[in-house]
């Protein structure tokens, strides 16, 4: 464990907050401790400005990269902006040859983070994330949208940035036993299972007027939420309005609330349809009564939480792939969360004892469970009171900060 002045983490990210900004000001607000922020741009949500208060305890660098060049191949083009990245922070901190970092973190995917370990003569810690390959079931969880002989290719180049990071690092971490597995047995000695951690004073259920938006909701109607970075197949977005849709056959009060972006993030949907979006192409599908949807985009997370407050059933749908944050904001929350029988889903939701559960496109039996929620949305609050349980025991930024900071302590030379 390091003595003596206060220990300086260097967070390394695409984007603030990304993977980092919660833990950063975390740490960042407490006795000696020192968090450094280096990153490249905000996310959509905050269009162009940061939020108040979220840099709290936290020294901002942004720096700016470049895109790949025109001509490169497609298989190589996570890599070189990956390279392009990487080079733009090295020289952005060779230039603030004030800031001494103890430990470096950065995301093995992205990279961002790679060439510090020429810069620092420090520990290097690295977010494991995602390890693709070709076989991986995130590129053939769909069979409407299999995945194109290019990006069968492209999923084994892509793991280059990883692997360099893996072989650079000194100890790295994943936020779910599952993501840990996917990564190569030669490399998993250096991977421990930590969670991200949920800020637990921001992600709780709280009494809060039946309004979102400029919309009043009335006392008897049930609300469905869903939520997802992008509304899109990967996300089981189609899946999600086929149950929808039947819902509303059988109930005329329930008022289905989506957050989420018209995009897809993690998959090649546009391939494979002719409208310009996703959405479009599910909402071109069935004739839905789109009265009774409401559609918010990607909002401010203190609006989620409103969200997440009033909300009878959460449904959360995914291939196996990264778990979305969005599912353990919903469980801190008190959520009764209908979610699918996939990896990691798993992890977190036992069915009938902090949620339900139910094959990714099983949409009968998804109707089914999300029926009797409707039913009886008080019955079931017994679940989401054990989904909070599970979130303060396990998974808050105070069971999960500690686990985080005894690697950096462990990975620190003793002094």
């Excluded at 690295?126 to 069979?143: A, D, N, Q, W």
């Excluded at 006392?219 to 086929?242: N, P, S, W």
């Excluded at 409401?294 to 997440?308: A, C, H, N, S, W």
Aim: glycine share 8%.
């Amino acid at each position: 464990m390091k003595n003596g002045p206060p220990m300086h983490v260097l967070f390394v990210h695409k984007q603030f907050p990304g993977h980092f900004g919660h833990v950063a000001r975390h740490l960042g607000g407490q006795a000696g401790m020192e968090c450094t922020f280096v990153y490249s741009s905000l996310p959509d949500r905050f269009r162009g400005r940061l939020p108040a208060g979220l840099d709290r305890g936290i020294r901002l660098i942004p720096y700016q990269s470049r895109g790949a060049a025109r001509d490169t191949h497609f298989c190589n083009l996570h890599s070189e902006i990956s390279m392009w990245h990487a080079e733009a922070v090295y020289m952005t901190m060779k230039a603030r040859p004030e800031i001494k970092p103890d430990v470096v973190v950065g995301h093995a995917g992205f990279g961002t983070a790679l060439f510090l370990t020429d810069l620092y003569r420090c520990p290097y810690v690295i977010h494991c994330e995602y390890f693709e390959r070709p076989e991986k079931p995130r590129l053939f969880g769909r069979p409407q949208f299999p995945p194109a002989e290019a990006d069968m290719l492209r999923a084994r180049t892509q793991n280059a940035t990883n692997l360099l990071n893996l072989e650079a690092c000194t100890a790295g971490y994943s936020p779910t036993a599952w993501q840990r597995g996917l990564f190569p047995v030669e490399y998993q000695h250096k991977i421990r299972t930590i969670f991200d951690g949920i800020d637990r004073q921001l992600w709780q259920r709280r009494a809060v007027p039946r309004r979102i938006g400029k919309m009043s909701i009335a006392e008897d109607t049930r609300i469905v939420t869903y939520c997802a970075y992008g509304l899109e197949a990967a996300r089981g977005f189609d899946v999600f309005m086929k149950v929808a849709g039947r819902i509303c056959d059988a109930r005329k009060d329930v008022l289905f609330v989506i957050v989420g972006a018209e995009r897809p993030y993690y998959g090649e949907d546009l391939r494979y349809i002719g409208e310009k979006s996703f959405v479009q192409h599910v909402l071109a599908g069935a004739d839905y009564d789109l009265d009774r949807f409401l559609f918010t985009g990607q909002i401010p997370e203190d609006e989620l939480v409103k969200i997440f407050s009033l909300s009878d059933l959460h449904i959360y749908l995914t291939v196996p792939f990264v778990l979305s944050w969005s599912l353990m904001d919903a469980l801190a929350c008190g959520c009764t969360v209908l979610g699918s029988a996939t990896p990691p889903v798993e992890e977190m939701i036992r069915h009938e004892h902090n949620g339900l559960l139910a094959g990714f496109d099983d949409v009968e039996e998804l109707t089914r469970q999300a029926l009797r929620v409707l039913n009886d949305p008080a019955g079931f609050r017994p679940l989401g009171e054990a989904a909070t349980r599970l979130i303060d025991e396990r998974y808050s930024l105070e069971r999960t900060a500690p686990q985080f900071m005894q690697l950096l302590n462990d990975v620190l030379p003793i002094h």
